[in-house]
């Protein structure tokens, strides 16, 4: 069954991913240089890592030398923040070109990036701005797409986002746009299961109807991560993709069915913000990797007795 959705990912016509690379259906951490010496260390082995492209753009130093050793061990999951893939200005050659120097460098399982845009004009926004869901932004991300797997010869994985407001413009769903994305360019998913909890909030819809609706068989790798709370003007409930403490129960309980309807996906525990030691971030490893085992333990149970 895997094998049948894995093949399914990619159109007939498509060039890339003439090597196929996956991450294994373990939970991986966002690798901070200050964990090296803990993770190596550590006799519990972390199912992967994964990087933000961006701090590894440059042609050499400590950072790389950190990361060819982990590399070593570990199985590498290259995460991208910066490409701006929502921008109506195009994408930015250089950068491109920066992330494709990155991927060959490392050669990845996965490669990922967001669904928004932060570049107007030569300014970077240090932030992850919505798009509109309409049909010039969806042909527009699609062309972007097709580039950025034509360049660095791979299929991409993209991220719901975090969304705090919605546009007048969009005609479409959330979902209808990121089911027809992963459609037209043959790009796998990356489910943020927190993305969806914070939006949902938000937004005041239900989370398990949103994922119900969401292209789950396009999904290649689940992102898990802490938000912080507060409220809106109006006193309402307001979340902030924050990336600075534990997960929260909820995402915990929407994660459980969301494996509990594909089976083991490689999961990633985020944590970008106000870092802590390595044993906090082991602690939400191991229990996305119960998770996982749990279902695994499942489905092979269901497919022994058929």
């Known amino acids: 069954m895997r094998a049948l959705i894995q093949a399914d990912r990619l159109r007939p016509q498509t060039r890339i991913d003439s090597v196929a690379r996956h991450l294994p259906l373990r939970a991986g951490a966002g690798f901070k240089p200050l964990h090296a010496d803990a993770i190596l260390a550590d006799d519990f082995r972390i199912g992967f890592l994964e990087v933000h492209a961006e701090n590894y753009m440059g ?5 790389h030398r950190i990361l060819t050793r ?8 290259i995460h991208g923040v910066g490409l701006s893939i929502g921008s109506p200005n195009g994408l930015d050659p250089a ?6 120097t990155v991927v060959d460098r490392y050669q990845p399982e996965q490669v990922s990036e967001h669904l928004a845009w932060s570049t107007h004009d030569s300014h970077f926004l240090n932030d992850l701005l919505p798009v509109p869901y309409d049909e010039a932004t969806l042909n527009r991300v699609c062309n972007h797409i097709d580039q950025v797997q034509e360049v660095l010869g791979c299929r991409i994985l993209l991220e719901n986002p975090s969304t705090y407001l919605g546009f007048e413009a969009s005609t479409m769903s959330e979902t209808d746009f990121i089911r027809a994305i992963a459609h037209r360019t043959g790009c ?24 119900a609706d969401f292209p789950l068989l396009h999904v290649a790798e689940i992102h898990l991560a802490g938000h912080a709370e507060d409220m809106d003007d109006a006193g309402l409930p307001l979340l902030i993709d924050s990336h600075d403490r534990p997960v929260d129960d909820l995402v915990w309980d929407l994660y459980e069915h969301v494996i509990g309807r594909l089976g083991p996906l490689p999961t990633l525990i985020e944590w970008d913000n106000d870092v802590p ?30």
């Open 277 to 306: 030691d390595w044993p906090v971030l082991k602690r939400e490893a191991q229990r996305a990797d119960a998770i996982l085992t749990r279902h695994d333990s499942i489905a092979s149970g269901l497919r022994h007795a058929s």
């Open 59 to 63: 042609a050499g130093g400590h950072p």
């Open 188 to 211: 796998g998913l990356l489910l943020d299961i927190n993305n969806v909890h914070v939006s949902a909030t938000n937004h005041g819809y239900s989370a398990r109807d949103y994922l």
């Open 70 to 77: 982990m590399r070593e061990d570990f199985p590498l999951s």
């Open 95 to 100: 950068h491109l070109a920066r992330l494709k």
